[in-house]
T-cell receptor
Framework: EDQVTQSPEALRLQEGESSSLNCSYT??????LFWYRQDPGKGPEFLFT?????EEKEKERLKATLTKKESFLHITAPKPEDSATYLC???????????WGAGTKLIIKP | DARVTQTPRHKVTEMGQEVTMRCQPI?????VFWYRQTMMQGLELLAY????????DSGMPKDRFSAEMPDATLATLKIQPSEPRDSAVYFC????????????FGPGTRLLVL
């Protein structure tokens, strides 16, 4: 059964304190792993898609990496505006649906 | 800047009333998804369409929910009759539908059924 687990559920950091969010997945035939950011009262906002183990993508203070079992979202020197819930989802070869994790709520304190 | 739009953004209704939510996908996208998000369940897929045809609606309570795409620029989700347990945020997303293709989300409709 396709499954996505995100950890931790919540993470509080001081501004400038780098850390990583984890997304562990089990899927038959990975077609894509997606990271989204969701702010309160808004829809998920697309960040990255990773397709194969070893792939990395960067955007400002965020860097996503992928292995055969998990993905990390690394946040370098975060700012308060990086506070949000970060969602991970995978798509397998069984169908085109996304399997979603529960998200990690990130709080960056000034 | 192409975006998915949804109306209404907020809806408060009484139990038993009909609720209709509308979505305009990004022009050119051929796949539309309806999701429900709650604190307890997270994001749940209710239904999705490709080229206006329903491909999967197994996530919807069939007795009260219905989803349609009258044309390529409009998707609707109806609840009749509504119940308090339907209170949630409903998101529409659109994409090109291929393997590994990104889904782009609208701002959501926040529904409260009293």
């Amino acid at each position: 059964e396709d499954q996505v687990t995100q950890s931790p559920e919540a993470l509080r950091l001081q501004e400038g304190e780098s850390s990583s969010l984890n997304c562990s997945y089990t899927v038959s035939g990975l077609r894509g792993l997606f990271w989204y950011r969701q702010d309160p009262g808004k829809g998920p906002e697309f960040l990255f898609t990773l397709y194969s183990a070893g792939e990395e993508k960067e955007k400002e203070r965020l860097k996503a990496t992928l292995t055969k079992k998990e993905s990390f979202l690394h946040i370098t020197a975060p700012k308060p505006e990086d506070s949000a819930t970060y969602l991970c989802a995978v798509q397998g070869d069984s169908n085109y649906q996304l399997i979603w994790g529960a998200g990690t709520k990130l709080i960056i304190k000034p | 800047d192409a975006r998915v739009t949804q109306t209404p953004r907020h809806k408060v209704t009484e139990m038993g009333q009909e609720v209709t939510m509308r979505c305009q996908p990004i022009l050119g996208h051929n796949t539309v998804f309806w999701y429900r998000q709650t604190m307890m369940q997270g994001l749940e897929l209710l239904a999705y369409f490709r080229n206006r045809a329903p491909l999967d609606d197994s996530g919807m309570p069939k007795d009260r929910f219905s989803a349609e795409m009258p044309d390529a620029t409009l998707a609707t989700l109806k609840i009749q009759p509504s119940e308090p347990r339907d209170s949630a945020v409903y998101f529409c997303a659109s994409g090109y539908g291929g393997a590994g293709e990104t889904q782009y989300f609208g701002p959501g409709t926040r529904l409260l059924v009293l």
